[in-house]
């Protein structure tokens, strides 16, 4: 009897579960769909299936390619995008070491204060952050990488504090006492450890700073356009027109990367996430 009322509720949750993966997952096959028609069958019919009346091959592509100079601001997300990240892995993963090792009223109060930055609206602090960072020259295609440094180190040092917190203090003596010094503890016998966490970490940041439009506009403006600032800008046209099928097709080239990115790494956010968390 129990065997059959748990198989009964492996099976509700099993619908419960492609029901909301196919709500996931029709926006984004729309978008590609879409991408594959004329514009002007976008509007009249975003549901309809490309046929031979609407379908215009990779047109819709190669417009929004030469149109939004697409590759120069590809090149551009993606070396913001790694840069931000390994900035975000190296530097948060050493302070939630430093925080969890160095036990004092400093580093208490420290790691308060990254919690805290997480629960603060960008919004509130986007005026003051434009005008900073124009002050220190930080508006440029490096010095973003450190203002995303700033705003992702909050979830990347409580993530990463939780793990630290389950790493064994006496491979670190042992490594000590072969001579390490502390540099060289982290990166050879830490940092190997955080590994789940540091890929998680990496997964969350990359899809954040990836698919930013804020941030970007407000430092770089429209001279170093990022992909998702490019394809705005391109596909507006005059009074109000806009380019669907150009849009469309953008937005499908802008999402595999990530995606590509995602499924290579998946096996790790779970672990990364759970360890992160539950032994905070």
């Known amino acids: ?5 748990k198989n009964a509720g492996n099976r509700i949750l099993f619908a419960v579960l492609v029901v909301l993966a196919a709500i996931f997952l029709i926006p984004i096959l729309l978008v590609f769909m879409n991408s594959f028609k004329s ?16 379908m215009v091959g990779f047109e819709n592509y190669i417009n929004g390619l ?10 551009r997300s993606l070396f913001i995008t790694i840069v931000s990240v390994l900035l975000i892995i190296v530097c948060t993963a050493m302070t939630s070491w430093f925080i ?9 109060a420290l790691y308060y204060i990254f919690a805290f930055s997480m629960i603060v609206p960008f919004q509130m602090v986007m005026y003051t952050m434009t005008y ?3 002050v220190m020259n930080f508006d440029n295609v490096l010095g973003i990488n450190f203002v995303y ?3 992702g180190a909050g979830l990347a040092v409580f993530m990463f504090s939780g793990f630290v917190k389950a790493v064994p203090l006496e491979i670190e003596e042992a490594a000590e006492i072969d001579g390490c010094n502390p540099l060289q ?4 016998v830490v940092f190997p450890v955080l590994k789940p966490t540091a890929i998680t970490v990496a997964i969350l940041n990359a899809m954040w700073i990836w698919n930013d439009y804020l941030l970007p506009y407000l430092v770089l403006g429209t001279d170093d356009k990022t992909v ?10 005059a009074y109000g027109a806009t380019d669907y099928g150009g849009f469309m097709a953008m937005l499908v080239l802008a999402i595999i990367p990530i995606i590509i990115f995602y499924l290579c790494s998946q096996k790790y956010i779970i672990k990364g996430v759970v360890s992160g968390a539950v032994k905070g």
């Open 1 to 5: 009897m129990i065997t059959k009322h």
């Open 39 to 54: 514009r002007l069958y976008i509007s009249s019919a975003p549901f309809a299936l490309p046929n031979k009346e609407t």
């Open 66 to 75: 030469t149109s939004s100079g697409f590759f120069l601001s590809f090149l």
């Open 100 to 108: 969890v090792r160095v036990k004092n009223k400093f580093t208490s």
């Open 132 to 134: 900073i960072v124009n």
């Open 149 to 151: 440094l700033g705003f």
């Open 185 to 188: 503890t982290f990166f050879m």
């Open 228 to 237: 998702p600032v490019a394809i705005q800008i391109a596909m507006q046209g």
